[in-house]
């Protein structure tokens, strides 16, 4: 009995120090300079300081680099990571690169597909409720069109394409939807395909659209987030179409948003529907550890939902979100 007490104290100590050695989560994001996704970090950032695991954050702007990332995790002892990748379509090669490694795996904002565009059932996921969210978007364009005593029917409407990416269809669609449902001509519904999903690229594909349909003199403009609704906004004004012409409403509520609230006048920017970079960031963090460390199951699909934004009420709206 003595003999054994003592065999275990003696392995005590090892055991406790590989319990010392931190976890480590990834968290692999696709435009790491885009102020939602450096929110996303900060709170993920909370939830390992929280819970007890180090953050491993990297960028992947591409294929190469996201599964050349996946390799340096497993070459770090990761767990496991959060991805939200550079194009949907890496989802079986990231599936397989997370299998390989034994890595556990949740996408965030962009749900990884498989060849044929089907979501990828066993990787877990949490994103936003996209077409809700733009129907939001529709129904506080409406509200503000109404406010401002425009016509349906005199107005063009820009929707900002990001159509590869599922979840900028639907949010996109979503807000055309709400337009066309209220009356508004389905053939003012002006389409302006981006290349990327950044303000300049944003900027590029408005151009292009309002040189072709110069007979619209007042504006409503949505795309998949902020930085779509922005570059239009910008777009705009290098054309004479200003804030009394023009009114875009983003996706988002990071910090390109707050931007352009707190300039001293305001903007075409009107608003933004506000989603949550807390629970995406912090949530998605928290679940890969405990899947990892306690076998945890994290739920298949978690939808969040979005609150509409403007210069008025920003304060208010970010506080109730604990932003
Ligand atoms: C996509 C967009 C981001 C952000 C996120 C929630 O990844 O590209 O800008 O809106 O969804």
């Not at 690169?97 to 498989?114: E, F, M, T, Y």
Request: charged content about 20%.
């Amino acid at each position: 009995m003595q003999r054994r007490a003592f065999t275990l104290a003696a392995l005590a100590t090892p055991f406790a120090l590989q319990a010392a050695e931190p976890v480590k989560v990834g968290f692999l994001v696709k435009q790491a300079e885009e102020p939602w996704f450096q929110d996303e970090w900060k709170f993920a950032e909370q939830a390992a300081k929280d819970k007890g695991f180090t953050l491993v954050k990297i960028g992947v702007p591409n294929g190469e680099k996201t599964l050349a990332a996946i390799d340096n995790l497993a070459a770090q002892k990761a767990v496991g990571f959060v991805i939200c990748a550079p194009d949907v379509k890496l989802g079986l090669a990231i599936n397989r690169a997370a299998k390989r490694h034994k890595l556990k795996v949740i996408s965030v904002d962009d749900q990884l597909v498989d060849g044929a565009g089907k979501p990828i059932a066993d990787i877990p996921h949490m994103g936003i409720s996209g077409y809700e969210i733009g129907k939001q978007v529709g129904a506080g364009l409406l509200a503000e069109i109404k406010a401002r005593g425009w016509k349906l029917d005199e107005v063009g409407v820009l929707r900002v394409a990001y159509d590869q990416l599922p979840t900028g269809r639907e949010r996109t669609m979503g807000a055309a939807d709400a337009l066309k449902a209220a009356g508004v001509p389905a053939a003012n519904i002006v389409d302006a395909p981006q290349a990327k999903t950044d303000t300049e690229s944003a900027f590029n594909a408005a151009n292009i659209a309002f040189t072709k349909n110069a007979k619209f003199k007042k504006w409503v403009a949505f795309g998949l987030n902020d930085e779509a609704a922005l570059g239009a906004v910008r777009a705009g004004e290098g054309r004479g179409i200003k804030a009394d012409a023009m009114l875009a409403i983003g996706i988002g509520g990071s910090q390109t948003a707050l931007n352009e609230f707190t300039k001293p006048t305001a903007t075409g920017f009107f608003g933004t529907v506000l989603i949550s970079p807390k629970r995406h960031g912090y949530e998605t963090a928290t679940m890969v550890f405990e899947w990892a460390t306690q076998g945890k199951q994290p739920p298949a699909v978690t939808l969040t939902s979005g609150v509409l934004m403007t210069r008025q009420n920003q304060a208010d709206i970010r506080k109730q979100m604990g932003l």
